[in-house]
Nanobody, 122 residues
Framework: QLVESGGGLVESGGSLRLSCVVS????????????IGWFRQAPGKEREVVSC????????YYADSVKGRFTMSRENAKNTVNLQMNSLKPEDTAVYFC?????????????WGQGTQVTVSS
């Protein structure tokens, strides 16, 4: 189960911190075993990847549109992945979704959160 929080309304240039709590995964697995991604979907547009962190070495990837402004981090003790968003722009307005993928012995499982709305006013 994935639960996002932290969305809201902010003025252009402001900041927000999104969090995604990962729970209910199989015994013996930790957050390090998950590849985690943040996606967003604006009205009338397709869902796009914003940032992701790998399961192997924790490397992070950022879309060009957010590079230098967004930072993704993992808090293993809290089973939480954060997305710090600075210098927000109106074009960052979207519903932000957390996605997690894990390779269980039974196969790869992929999960989505319910999404959290981010609105940036100009």
């Amino acid at each position: 189960q994935l639960v996002e929080s932290g969305g809201g309304l902010v003025e252009s240039g402001g900041s927000l911190r999104l969090s995604c709590v990962v729970s209910g995964f199989a015994s013996g697995f930790t957050l390090d075993d998950f590849a985690i991604g943040w996606f967003r979907q604006a009205p009338g547009k397709e869902r796009e990847v914003v940032s992701c962190i790998t399961r192997s070495d924790g490397s992070t990837y950022y879309a060009d549109s957010v590079k230098g402004r967004f930072t993704m981090s993992r808090e293993n003790a809290k089973n939480t992945v954060n997305l710090q968003m600075n210098s927000l722009k109106p074009e960052d307005t979207a519903v932000y979704f957390c996605n997690a993928e894990v390779n269980y012995t039974s196969g790869i499982k992929n999960y989505w959160g319910q999404g959290t709305q981010v609105t940036v006013s100009s």
